[in-house]
């Protein structure tokens, strides 16, 4: 049977009415089941897996993409418990914030609603096929999921087992759909059908990304890059700057809300950076400085814009010593990608202009670019972030698969 | 001086710092001036307006088309009421909803911030630019104006009262910009501007939005139709559902509130639909039956499925009675454009499920559609209806031109 993405659109907008309404208790029964069926069919799934690891070799992938592909019997309760995880958040769906009386009579408010179909683009770990299908199911949507031609046995393995616990259910599998084609022309079409998806999320690098952007005529939640900025400023207290620039540059620099860029004003300079140096020196961390930083530093490279650019997600760090306030403010808004800025400094009235001078996505004070995560601000389970100002800013929460309608209440009122 | 959309929106993107650092007094004083100066400026506007009223004369535009491009004193003196108005309006930006302490002592919030630089493409009305500049300002944004080929010299009278006023204040003209080139080429190219505009609003036909939609890719709000439902509950208060739809129907049958389908419980029909008929008669609307309802009506036509799906916006109305409360959620499901849907009905357990399961941007009890407009439900001044899921749905006030970022303050707090 060939693979329609049309139909399978289709199908899965139909579905998405039955699983919009579904209560709490529902949803959590489901995702329960979803959960022990994914435990006690381990076996099946690891085999399945073991036919993606063996064609990944095969194919030359690197042992770093063949770890991430890799399922094991702990990964697999992993995933398991993942899903635990997102039955114990709290559903979103249904909540009236507030409702006002306007002077005719009639009672306002807007209740929060699923999005209805979201389509999901990303790469290797087949861990991201189920829990993306639990966080969808949970906030009332169907899912479209379109995993890397790596993980293919993988995910449809999973995908058996969700529609198997759906359907004893009596429910409609199609609110759950592992795209079996792993051909680009499947994501070209897919992004053409906004009939029926309500929004995109590709997960992966900068050029899926940009290709999916491209392409959509469904709304796309984007997340480019993170070049996170540090800005030590001239009133920053010695300690709290010295530990924050650690633990956001090598805590895990793999991470996108880990820190590239360093900015400290020229006052303070003198004070911080030989402090910073040695701090740095035995985690290795390879330093791009500016003119008037490089002496700080043993080794340290010249630094070209293109430094100021760079995610470099490793042990790696640009570095400018900035001559004022302005300037740290200025060369934030130039270089940005909309992720997380930091500014350490104990003057309340800097702090505030900090926060106000900067519009990405997550502005701090005082604390670790790496607390720029779902989890760490509250959220529970992260779904990603988003970059682009639509929609979702920042980290994404279960209320970001949601919308909000308005309800209207009345008693016979008409318009004049 | 040839005009370039990707210098220009590159312009708008630096102006749009400028614009967010405006605190509510200054964006008021400016608003102000510019109403003042448009005022001032009458004289000069109503000649442009001529120019376009003379070129709509010889391309033969409709009188209606006519009447809408015209200005007059008056609708001078309106659109600078207008601006007052939104002078008026509570500023969104800077508010943190809520600011919540995390174990570890970090406090997070939501900030909410401008956008960044709004397109907007519009058709004939040179109000308007003018309120659509004032809206964008209001709420911290830069704008990009692309209206009609038809009002090309109003907007741009309109624009250099703008200018003259922004460069007046010493501040940046490139926060408002009217685009002067009128070929379709300009807005394929303002569509791939996503480095610099952050929303794009088209308003006008639905042609225009399938187009906007299908060439963008920056992000679009969508309003493609507004067709309206009434459902006529078997408990329906009989009073009640007579007002109910003749206010919807025949208020004002051009606006996209307006309802354009009725869906009649079979239980109810032989005591609604004589009264229907006899309230409708007067108004001569013109109505599409189905087999069971045609009867009660003079000189009705037989309903097709077409009808179903119209959007009359006049005195035309298509009707069906349904079997039971499920059909009429089945119907309103198949044929919804996600605008308005009314229930009426004394029965709680079916208006909550009504509302439950029907998720339109505007679901209403007892109440006229009519209502369902941004200063109706409380908004204040209205930027048009969204009628696709993402970032806004239904009626859109002001803080749909903003978005949220994160604040998190700390007091030196790092990641274990």
Redesign the interface.
């Known amino acids: 049977m060939t693979f329609n993405i049309e139909t399978s659109a289709k199908q899965a907008r139909i579905a998405a009415?039955q699983v919009?309404?579904l209560n709490t208790n529902e949803k959590n029964q489901l995702l329960l089941k979803i959960a022990s069926s994914i435990e006690n069919n381990s076996d099946a799934i690891l085999k399945a897996n073991n036919k993606d690891i063996d064609a990944g070799k095969a194919k030359g992938l690197s042992e770093s993409m063949l770890d991430r592909l890799l399922l094991t019997p702990q990964r697999i309760a992993d995933i398991a418990h993942a899903i635990k995880e997102i039955i114990a958040l709290a559903d979103p769906i249904?909540e009236v914030a507030n409702l006002?009386l306007?002077p005719n009579g009639?009672q306002?408010g807007k209740?929060r609603?699923?999005?209805?179909v979201i389509a999901m683009i990303y790469e290797a770990r087949p861990n991201v096929t189920a829990e993306s299908a639990a966080l969808c199911i949970k906030s009332g949507n169907a899912v479209i999921l379109r995993g890397g031609s790596e993980a293919i046995h993988s995910n449809l393995a999973l995908a058996e087992c969700l529609h198997q616990v759906i359907k004893d259910q009596g429910l409609d599998p199609n609110m759950v759909t592992v795209i079996p084609d792993t051909s680009r022309e499947v994501i070209e079409k897919l992004l053409k059908q906004?009939e029926s998806i309500?929004?995109v999320i590709p997960r992966g690098g900068e050029g899926l990304i940009r290709y999916v952007?491209?392409h959509s005529?469904i709304?796309?939640i984007q997340h480019f890059k993170g070049v996170c900025h540090l800005f030590i400023d001239k009133y920053a207290?010695l300690?709290?700057a010295i530990?924050?620039l650690?633990?956001?540059k090598t805590?895990r620099p793999s991470a996108c809300n880990s820190l590239e860029t360093l900015l400290v004003h020229q006052s303070f300079a003198d004070k911080f950076l030989p402090l910073a140096a040695k701090a740095l020196l035995p985690k290795q961390v390879k330093v791009h400085a500016c003119q008037q930083s490089i002496n700080y530093f043993d080794n340290a490279i010249l630094a070209t814009n293109d430094d100021y650019h760079a995610e470099y997600l490793n042990q790696e760090i640009a570095i400018k010593v900035v001559e004022s306030f302005d300037a740290a403010i200025n060369h934030i808004?130039e270089f940005t990608s909309d992720h997380t800025e930091v500014i350490v400094s104990q003057d309340t009235s800097r702090t505030q202009a900090f926060?106000?001078?900067i519009?990405?996505?997550?502005?701090?004070?005082?604390?670790?670019s790496?607390?720029?995560d779902g989890g760490?601000?509250?959220l529970g389970s992260e779904i990603g972030i988003s970059t682009?100002?639509?929609?979702a800013?920042?980290?994404m929460g279960l209320s970001s698969l949601t919308?909000?309608?308005?309800?209207?209440?009345?008693?016979?009122?008409?318009?004049d």
Chains 1, 2 share one sequence.
Not at 113 to 116: A, F, N, Q, T
Not at 359 to 368: P, Q
């Open positions: 009415r919009a309404q249904g006002i306007r009639l306002v209740m609603i699923p999005l209805g906004r309500d929004l952007t491209e005529q709304p796309v207290d300690d709290k530990n924050i650690v633990n956001g805590q808004n926060i106000k001078q519009n990405s996505s997550v502005v701090m004070v005082n604390a670790s790496r607390f720029s760490q601000l509250g682009s100002k639509l929609h800013y920042g980290p919308t909000e309608k308005f309800v209207v209440y009345g008693d016979g009122q008409v318009r």
